[in-house]
Structure formats: structure tokens, C-alpha cells
């Protein structure tokens, strides 16, 4: 199974990109951490694959529920835009949201990408595609098989 996680696109005020669009064209689901901003967003990703996707503190007009929880081939994956509940910051905040802890927890709102494993766990923020905060544009690219996970970070140059 491959799946595209993007978070922070912040649509319409920001356009998709070309490659993200490949990739969830390529991707067998995608995964939306927040900050979706409209549903054209949604809409445009889900011609590609199917999407879930959670509410960021800017989609509070957004049918969206604060977490999601998905099981992909034996691995548990949660989903969380990552502003809100305890913890001092947004990594924290968003590890924190799950109880108990899944395999994966993705989040966004920072806008910087994160892979960091924590204990059995995954703690993993795409970045932005649209507005990073640490100059790249980026997404990720989760391949689950067989109960196994493998991460490749995407850009608008390919594999970052």
C-alpha cells in the first residue's frame, strides 16, 4: 500500500503543486493532517485516491473530525493536525492525542517535516507542500507491507 501524507496546504489561497498531484495520482490513499483550508483541496486529491483527512485550526468551516485512527495493512495509523491538547509543544501535542498509541501519528501545523521514531512508534509531520517554514516544500510517501513501514520524503525536485 502506498500512501501520500501531505499536511498545511492551505487552499485556495495556495494551489496544489504538480508533483504532489503525481504523487497522489501514484498513491493507493492519502492522508491530510490539516489546514486543508477548502474542499476543492479535498475534492482535487480524492479524483486521485481516496482521502482522510483531519481538521486544522483553519478548517473550522470543514466537515473534518479531530483525529482518525486507520488500520493499513496490520499497521495503526493516527491521523491529527497537532494544535491542540496537552504537551509543551506541536510534536508533543500530537502524540498525546492518541491513547492508545498507534503504530504511525501524523500530524501537521508546524509546517517542518519530522520522521522520529518514538519507542515502537512513528512520529512523522509531511511539512507543508504549499507554505514550508523550512524552505522546502515537502511530502511524504508511507509504504506499509505486510505489517512493515518504510518512509520516502517527496518533493517538487522528487525524492528528497
Known amino acids: 500500500m502506498r500512501i501520500l501524507v501531505t499536511a498545511d496546504t492551505h487552499g485556495p489561497r495556495h494551489r496544489l503543486p504538480p508533483w504532489l498531484l503525481e504523487a497522489a495520482s501514484a498513491a493507493d490513499l492519502v492522508l491530510h493532517a490539516g489546514d486543508v483550508c477548502d474542499l476543492a483541496t479535498l475534492e482535487t486529491l480524492a479524483v ?59 500530524f501537521g501545523h508546524s509546517h517542518r517535516r519530522l520522521l522520529e521514531r518514538r519507542g515502537a512508534g512513528w512520529l512523522v509531520n509531511p511539512g507543508s507542500a504549499t507554505s514550508p517554514k523550512d524552505g522546502r516544500a515537502a511530502a511524504l510517501v508511507l509504504t506499509v507491507h505486510d505489517g512493515r513501514i518504510a518512509w520516502q520524503p517527496i518533493g517538487a525536485g522528487g525524492v528528497l
Open 48 to 106: 486521485r485516491a481516496p482521502v482522510y483527512a483531519v481538521r486544522g485550526n483553519r478548517d473550522l468551516d470543514l466537515p473534518l473530525a479531530e483525529s482518525i485512527v486507520l488500520w493499513v495493512e496490520g499497521v495503526s495509523v493516527g491521523i491529527v493536525h497537532g494544535h491542540l491538547g496537552p504537551g509543551a509543544d506541536t510534536p508533543e501535542r500530537a502524540w498525546r492525542s492518541f491513547q492508545p498509541q498507534p503504530d504511525v501519528v501524523v
